[in-house]
């Protein structure tokens, strides 16, 4: 038996070996070739999941490598070119504000390049297990707007079992705006907290970092420091702040804005309803930061679509991999408008916030 993969035969045998090639940085051994190529051939394994064994194999972790050195791996592997400054620093950022590496993986594995290295190799591309994600893969939005929590009211970074606990609760929430301003309001009134024994003057500090993402003005910072020394209570003058129409727009800046079930706005979250010429049912999974949109369309039968795209005020334009262009309007809990499709033609979407 040979001691490396025989690559001349298939398209399957390249594919893993180029995985082998651009993740561990060595030629495949022969067992190791032959058992994924094996998977991918019975269909046992997709192509998105193939690369993910890769990703998150303890070979790779034992590299060590740092999260830049990830993103670049992940653009030569899933994208096939170098990376580009502006898409680097997003995916960077990400990393190091508390989305898992499975999580950023995903974002390149269901994305419109990944799908045509694999149509070149006759391969199925498929999604990746979402039992494989945590809750801090969820939405990005959310996930950086829990990090920057532990930071600013801990003086720490997370934790990652807190992060995906808190992350969760925000996701799931129904009303996520309130629920944020909870998670926010339960770091200051840790014990953890309590137990940095702050003075008034850095307690007051701590609330415009963690509330207002700036440090305090001279006269707002002297007019709380006055209430407090007249005897109101720490946690009214938290209120002050998290109230605040100050507040409210850091949120935004995460992507948070679900007040009582109603929207304002932002286009993250999972969406459902009916989209193509055909009126099928779909599922519209989007990630919206600074009115960038990127996410994923997921079609019946497993035909899933990579989704880019910006928001300006309620008017949302979508670019679906394929060429179809979306143009909708977000109204309450509803995203509706009129596709253009690549070749000509046009058709209705209607979609409602789950």
């Known amino acids: 038996m040979p001691d490396t993969c025989d690559v001349a035969s298939t398209d399957v045998y390249n594919f893993v070996r180029r995985l082998y090639n651009l993740c561990l940085e060595r030629e495949p051994e022969w067992t190791g070739c032959a058992s994924w190529a ?3 051939t019975s269909g046992e394994k997709n192509g998105a999941m193939t690369a993910y064994g890769f990703f998150m194999s303890a070979e790779m972790t034992r590299r060590g490598l ?3 050195s990830y993103v670049e791996i992940l653009y030569r592997a899933m994208m096939n070119r170098a990376p580009d400054a502006s898409g680097k620093a997003y995916w960077v950022d990400l ?3 508390g989305v898992s590496r499975a999580g950023v993986f995903r974002g390149f594995a269901e994305s419109a390049e990944f799908t045509r290295i694999c149509d070149r190799y006759d391969i199925i591309r498929g999604n990746v297990d979402r039992s494989k994600l945590e809750p801090r893969d969820v939405n990005k939005g959310v996930t950086m707007f829990v990090a920057r929590c532990y930071t600013k009211a801990l003086n720490r970074n997370y934790d990652v079992t807190g992060l995906n606990k808190w992350c969760d609760k925000i996701n799931s929430a129904t009303d996520k705006k309130g629920m944020a301003i909870q998670v926010a309001k339960n770091f200051l009134t840790s014990a ?8 008034n003057s850095a307690f007051v500090d701590v ?3 963690t ?3 700036r440090a305090p003005d001279s006269k707002g910072k002297a ?3 006055a209430k407090l020394k007249s005897g109101v209570s720490r946690n009214t003058v938290m209120a002050g702040f998290y109230n605040s129409t100050e507040f409210s727009q850091l949120m935004a800046k995460y992507g948070i804005r679900t007040t009582s079930g109603t929207t304002s706005g932002t286009a993250s979250g999972t969406w ?3 989209s193509a010429s055909s009126q099928v049912s779909s599922e519209l999974v989007l990630s919206e930061s600074s009115g960038k949109i990127s996410g994923t369309l997921y079609w019946p039968k497993g035909d899933t679509r990579s989704v880019s795209g910006s928001r300006i005020g309620n008017s949302v334009t979508l670019n679906i991999a394929g060429g179809d262009v979306w143009r909708l309007t977000i109204s309450g809990n509803k995203l509706a408008g009129t596709a253009s499709k690549n070749g000509g033609g046009s058709y209705i979407c209607t979609f409602t916030r789950q």
């Open 66 to 68: 740092s999260n830049a």
């Open 207 to 209: 609330l415009y970092q």
């Open 223 to 225: 007019s709380w420091l």
């Open 38 to 40: 094996k998977k991918l």
């Open 192 to 199: 953890e907290f309590q137990r940095r024994y702050l003075s």
């Open 272 to 274: 459902k309803g009916t």
């Open 95 to 97: 990393l190091n504000n």
């Open 211 to 213: 509330f207002l993402d």
